[in-house]
């Protein structure tokens, strides 16, 4: 829930996150919020502007999720290797939970005509990004984490890889426990990532 915004706007993003997840983005549509909602589509319009401006929330609330979590790995007092795990296992928490979540920021081909949205996927991925290549960089200083490796190129295996697996989630119709997946995926990245200490 956003506190910013109203009851009944937090409702219609709620039931929206809910269709896009059934029908996906495609499949959601003023029309469907209307019937699944139970108000008129102009009583819907009174709270946001369009289709566009929904989608726009959605992701909005995304960000400020991340931002917000970006702070508490920062804050934490633990290994770097301890915080990339950290970042899976939230990610995959968010995702398994709301899977709708997937839909939207993985649309890039149907928002690429669209600033607005593409914006705020760029932003969500930027977010992503520098959260991974501080950890990196903090690993790197630390001989956690090897230094034969530009932590640019780090963060991309770091962070390709869970966009990927998250990816094949959903394209196999979220059918495999991402959790477990993940959890597999960082034991293969912390062993990639080591430091040969000497």
Same mark, same amino acid.
């Given at each position: 829930?956003n506190?910013?915004?109203s009851? /009944?706007?937090?409702q219609?993003l ?30 819907? =319009? ?11 929330a ?7 999720k ?5 702070l ?9 290797? +301890?915080?990339i795990k950290?970042v ?8 398994? +939970?709301?899977?709708a ?11 690429k005509?669209n600033a ?5 996927v760029?932003?969500i991925?930027?977010?992503n990004?520098?959260?991974f290549?501080?950890?990196?960089e ?9 230094k034969?490796?530009?932590s +640019?190129?780090l ?6 890889a869970f ?6 989630w959903k394209? /196999? ?5 991402l959790?477990a997946?993940?959890?597999?995926? =960082? ?9 040969? /200490?000497?």
């Amino acid at each position: 829930m956003n506190a910013t915004l109203s009851d /009944r706007q937090n409702q219609i993003l709620a039931i929206s996150v809910g269709i896009i997840h059934t029908s996906g983005i495609q499949g959601f549509t003023i029309k469907s919020l209307s019937n699944a909602i139970g108000f008129t589509e102009a009583a819907i =319009y009174r709270h946001f502007k369009s289709k566009n401006e929904i989608l726009c929330a959605i992701l909005d609330m995304f960000i400020l999720k991340l931002k917000k979590f970006a702070l508490t790995v920062k804050g934490s007092q633990i290994s770097s290797f +301890e915080k990339i795990k950290m970042v899976y296992d939230k990610l995959s928490s968010v995702f398994t +939970e709301k899977p709708a979540y997937v839909s939207v920021i993985f649309a890039e081909e149907i928002f690429k005509n669209n600033a607005s949205l593409s914006k705020k996927v760029g932003k969500i991925l930027e977010l992503n990004n520098n959260a991974f290549k501080e950890i990196i960089e903090d690993g790197q200083k630390n001989n956690e984490i090897t230094k034969d490796i530009e932590s +640019e190129e780090l963060t991309l295996v770091v962070m390709g890889a869970f966009r990927l697996l998250v990816k094949n989630w959903k394209m /196999r119709d979220f059918s495999f426990e991402l959790k477990a997946k993940a959890d597999k995926l =960082y034991l293969s990245i912390e062993t990639l990532l080591k430091s040969e /200490r000497k």
